[in-house]
Structure formats: C-alpha cells, structure tokens
DNA sequence: ACCGCGCCTCCCCATCAGGCTAGTTCCCGA
DNA sequence: TCGGGAACTAGCCTGATGGGGAGGCGCGGT
C-alpha cells in the first residue's frame, strides 16, 4: 500500500481454530504498533498454532438446517431470488433466513456474512 | 455479545530476528487476555517469521494494484460506500473497479467475487 | 507522436438487498 | 394444554448494487 515511516509490524492470522482465530483479531486489533494483515497481504510475521487442536472446538455457531442450507447458497453468490428458486420457497422466506444468519454470523451483509463464515470453518469454500 | 471466561491465551514468539521479536514482546506484554510464554513453556499459538513461507499463489488472475485493494475491502464487507472511504476515492470509482473484478474473476456479484477468490487462492480469509 | 491501459470521474437506471412489522403453520417440551 | 422456536409467507420502504455509456489524465511501449 504505502511506505511506513512508523515500525508498524504487520501480523497475519494463520490459525485453523475460527474461534481461537476471532479471539486473537479482537485481541490484537486495538494494539498500537500491531496491524493485522487484511486478507491476502503480505506480512512480516504470522500467528500460527503451536498446541494439537485441543484450546477450543470450533464453536458452531448454531444454525438451524435451513440457515445451512441458505449459507451454502449464499457462498456461491446466489441472490435471494436464486436461493428462493432453488429451496422452493419464496423471496420473502429467502431473505427471512439470511437475515437471521447476518445476525447470528455477526455480518452487516453477505458477503461479510460468507467471509465470516468461512473464517471461522462454519463452512468451506 | 456475551462474556465469556476467556481464558488467557499464551503466545510464544519464535521470531528470528532479535530486534522484530523483542518489539513484538515489549508491544503484546500489555495486552491483557495475552501471556507471552516462558521459553519452554507449552503455547496455544507462535508468532513466526513470515518470509520464510514462501507466497503460495498458484494461478495469480491478473489484478491491478486498485482492484486487489478493493478486493480486499469487499472481503471484509465493506460496501461501495465504505470502499470509496477507506481509499480516498469516489464511489463511481469504487463501482467501476468492482465491476472489473467481477469481471475478472467471473462473479455474477460481491459475494460471489470474494468466495471466488479465496477458492482461487487470490486472498485468503 | 500515437495507442493502450490503469485509474479516475460522472451520468442514468433497473434491480437487489436488507430492515421493518405482522402474520401462518407445525412440532416439541414444560 | 400452553408456550415457544423453527420454518414459512407477505407487504413496505430506503439504500445499495451493478450494468450501461462517455469521458479525462498519465505512463510506457511501438
């Protein structure tokens, strides 16, 4: 992006465990003279489990079937129209569901809601 | 948002580089909810040197400069608006340029742009 | 000098997205 | 038997989205 006169280190979040993953971007996103590598950007040093997979299960987020269902086709940038036409129900029911999931994924939409997901292993691209 | 017991995470810094990994040390020494591991010491996750891995990116689709910014913005959800913002640019701009990434990337839309691309290696969430 | 391309700006406009309130069934557990 | 949650439907509405065209500026290669 842009030369840094301030030594600013620039730390990636490489860690299997989305949760573990989440903590550790909150925890380290308000630390001054850490910034956290955007997805895709080089950084100088990354963050990578040390431990067998054992601090936390991958906390599901509790879905129910049908938000499942909706996240997968929402993953494949299928709009609420195609998500409708495809699980044979309508708009309205369409946009119910992924309303729902942006608020139980925490997204303000869904691409962030796609991202999130995948980000902490809810599902796989 | 609900609290829960988090328990302190201990980071061990593996970082070559004596003048990187005392700043890091000195920079996460005061962020609570983070413990710096005792040499030997079993940790949840390491900082490691980053430019030993080397940059995997099989297939790089061609993107400017501009659009792998703008690529990263959509990936965290970021909407026209909040593109145009962060980069100091007009949101025409900011449409124009995701329009050439979904171009590129053969999406039908956003989400379906940025799914494309973390599938395709080009960012990875 | 010329062209192509990255980058930027602006316009219009149809559609989509997402938030809102408000219903309906069905089924499970207290 | 009476909730309550899941699933579904619906309307309304504002703002976001994405496609289209039409330019301008700077730079590097031919």
């Given at each position: 992006m842009s030369e840094e006169v301030a030594p600013v280190v620039v730390v990636a979040i490489e860690i299997s465990d989305p949760a573990l993953a989440d903590r550790l971007a909150s925890l380290l996103g308000?630390?001054?003279?850490i910034r956290l590598a955007t997805p895709g950007e080089a950084a100088a040093v990354a963050l990578v489990s040390?431990?067998?997979?054992?601090?936390?299960?991958?906390?599901?987020?509790?879905?129910t079937p049908r938000e499942r269902d909706v996240l997968v086709l929402m993953a494949e940038g299928a709009s609420n129209k195609a998500i409708a036409r495809q699980l044979g129900i309508s708009v309205h029911t369409a946009k119910f569901h992924v309303g729902s999931l942006l608020d139980k994924l925490d997204a303000t939409g869904r691409t962030d809601a796609v991202a999130h997901a995948a980000r902490r292993g809810v599902i796989h691209l």
């Open positions: 308000g630390v001054t003279g040390r431990e067998a997979q054992a601090v936390l299960q991958p906390d599901d987020i509790e879905l």
